[in-house]
């Protein structure tokens, strides 16, 4: 099974913290976005991975060959970037030839059993149950409980299962054959070429495609997800039995946190729900339900729903008072 991962997008609703890194390098819990879908996809037995890349792509490669060196990588430059149905045009001949092919977009987690997946007879396509179908691909099921419609962000959406950016297509010529409908009869939807519409393509040409539920999906492309995803991952098992009494002198650590090596960290107050990078340092400071860069400084900070980049520093206020009776100081809420 091959996977293809595209990350080529420039993940604007995450600045600024996607001025200088690829949306897919994101920090969240002790790893990166993307290297949380590849220790995925390795554990399901993948290894040989397709890379869609664009802005900052550079830095995906070389985060990809330093981190995952023993992966059979090939990277795909998408230029322009018009869709996610374009860049999978883009990368076609890395993958028409599979008997199969896993599409997982780079920017999202899921929580999904993806042996079961790629095991499946039928193309299937990943869905989650949401509040608001509007603002995603939605697909209806007959009666059959095969896909029989497709629709990207509807207007007035007639089921509320979303795609969440897992796909796996047992036809990939089928696929490149609707990609290329697209292109050549320039099919776009709201100025894109989107994978939706090819997938409806797929289905009305007789394509059987099996809805699949995953148990837990973040789309990482903004700050309130990425934070969700990350206290979501903090949550299993082997970060609440990590103890870091030793390494934090004067600290008070609530579980569950994720804290890299190389951190000084003195006098503090860290978690719930916090990861923190390598060679950081934290001086009295109470951090919680936030996200730390590396090589990073806080000094006098009280944060909570916070993301902080990596090489960055910020230093509060440090007080002396001395306060008489019936007084009240308010330095802001």
């Known amino acids: ?27 969240v819990a002790d790893n990166t976005i993307l290297g949380h879908i590849i220790d995925k996809l390795l554990e399901a037995g993948v290894n040989d991975f397709v890379f869609i890349i664009g802005y900052l792509g550079e830095k995906v490669e070389r985060y990809v060959r330093q981190k995952y ?45 993806l042996k079961a997946i790629i095991e499946a007879p ?24 095969f896909v029989v419609k497709v629709v990207e962000k509807p207007k007035i959406p007639k089921s509320n299962f979303a795609l969440v950016g897992l796909y796996k297509i ?10 290329q409908h697209l292109i050549t009869e320039d099919i776009r939807t709201q100025g894109e070429y989107h994978l939706t519409d090819a997938l409806m393509h797929m289905i009305k040409s007789g394509e059987k495609m099996v809805p699949w539920s995953v148990d837990h999906w973040f789309d990482c492309g903004r700050k309130e997800t990425l934070l969700e995803a990350n206290a979501t991952l903090l949550a299993r098992p082997r970060f609440r039995d990590r103890d870091y009494s030793r390494l934090c002198p004067g600290c008070i650590i609530i579980p569950p946190v994720s804290i890299g090596e190389g951190c000084i960290i003195t006098n503090s107050i860290i978690g719930p729900n916090v990861a923190i990078g390598d060679n950081t ?53």
């Open 281 to 333: 340092t934290i001086t009295n400071s109470i951090l919680s339900n936030s996200i730390i860069g590396s090589y990073s400084e806080l000094r006098f900070a009280v944060m909570h729903d916070s993301i902080i980049g990596s090489d960055a520093s910020f230093k509060g206020f440090s007080h002396s008072l001395n306060i008489g009776d019936s007084t009240e100081i308010n330095f802001g809420q």
């Open 69 to 113: 060196p023993q992966l059979t990588a090939e990277f795909v430059v998408q230029e322009p970037r018009e869709g996610l149905g374009h860049a999978l045009w883009v990368a076609r001949h890395t993958f028409e030839q599979e008997e199969s092919v896993l599409i997982m977009l780079g920017d999202a987690i899921v929580d999904v059993d």
């Open 1 to 27: 099974m091959k996977a293809v991962i595209p990350v080529a997008g420039i993940g604007s609703k995450l600045r600024p913290h996607t001025h200088t890194q690829p949306k897919s390098l994101v920090p």
């Open 122 to 145: 039928y193309s299937v396509l990943g869905v989650k149950k949401v509040a608001k179908p509007s603002l995603f691909g939605v697909t209806e099921m007959g009666s059959d409980e």
């Open 170 to 179: 047992v036809n990939p010529q089928k696929l490149v054959a609707s990609l």
